[in-house]
């Protein structure tokens, strides 16, 4: 039996005994133990998001100012994943410029990969 099962099957018996109080108060508990469920919920996304950044932070390597991942020969924005944990493939910068040969369609920072 869930919370919320505890908190229906308590709801029942304390209009049963018609206590006004008691369902008053057990409406405000269950309130609060919805709002824990919440974040709960929130935490262990959180947590999930945490976990993946991590794994895929192990299968990185860094070398010319870019992140690769294994088996993966295109470099990633290192701005982006350093930042905000977000794995962008690098794209050929426009030509002409001088600011690198690649860049980010993301963060639009250039860079230079060999
Ligand atoms: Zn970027």
């Known amino acids: 039996m869930g919370i919320t099962d505890s908190f229906s099957t308590l709801k029942d018996v304390l209009i049963g005994i018609d206590n006004v109080q008691a369902i008053g108060t057990l409406m405000e ?3 609060q133990a919805y709002s824990i469920l919440d974040e ?7 947590f999930e998001e945490i976990e993946r950044a991590n794994e895929i932070s192990g299968n ?12 993966d020969e295109n470099p990633y924005c290192s701005n982006c994943w350093d930042l905000d944990k977000k794995l962008v ?7 002409g410029t ?9 963060c639009a920072n250039f860079f230079t990969v060999t």
């Open 29 to 31: 508990l269950q309130q």
């Open 40 to 46: 709960n919920r929130e935490l262990r996304l959180k």
């Open 60 to 71: 990185l390597s860094f070398k010319n100012g870019a992140y690769y991942l294994q088996d």
């Open 89 to 95: 493939h690098l794209t050929q910068a426009p030509r």
């Open 98 to 106: 001088r600011l690198g040969n690649k860049r980010c369609p993301a």
